[in-house]
């Protein structure tokens, strides 16, 4: 099963931009739907961002679309999601997920459907 670690989170002013990390061990990220979700004070993980294995499609919650992006760099074994814009709603722990069957391709907004996941790394956005 792979491992995942992620990095990055921070503290941040509303407006600015954090690029998060997560590095996979154990296995390659070119070979799972890597996605994002996070987890906000009181509130349940929802998700964020989700990229098959083909990397040929990525997927946003819709009101995150136009600043949240997600990328990967297989060289580096690395899943990245850069957020701009950040907004106080924003803050929350923010998890990396592999999946490794099919149905995460397709369910990929379920966190159900993810095997492995990520320690989280908070993000606190400041008004």
């Known amino acids: 099963q792979v491992q995942l670690v992620e990095s990055g989170g921070g503290l941040a002013q509303a407006g600015d931009s954090l690029r998060l990390s997560c590095a996979a061990s154990g296995g390659t990220v070119r070979g799972y739907t890597m996605g994002w979700f996070r987890r906000a004070p009181g509130k349940e993980r929802e998700f964020v961002a989700a990229?098959?294995?083909?990397?040929?499609?990525?997927y946003y919650a819709d009101s995150l679309k136009g600043r949240f992006t997600i990328s990967r760099d297989n060289a580096k074994n690395t899943v990245y999601l850069q957020m701009n814009s950040l907004k106080p709603e924003d803050t929350a722990v923010y998890y990396c997920?592999?999946?490794?069957?099919?149905?995460?391709?397709?369910?990929?907004?379920?966190?159900?459907?993810?095997?492995?996941w990520g320690q989280g790394t908070q993000v606190t956005v400041s008004s």
């Open positions: 997920a592999a999946g490794a069957g099919g149905v995460s391709e397709i369910y990929y907004y379920q966190s159900r459907r993810y095997d492995s």
């Open positions: 990229m098959r294995r083909s990397a040929s499609y990525t």
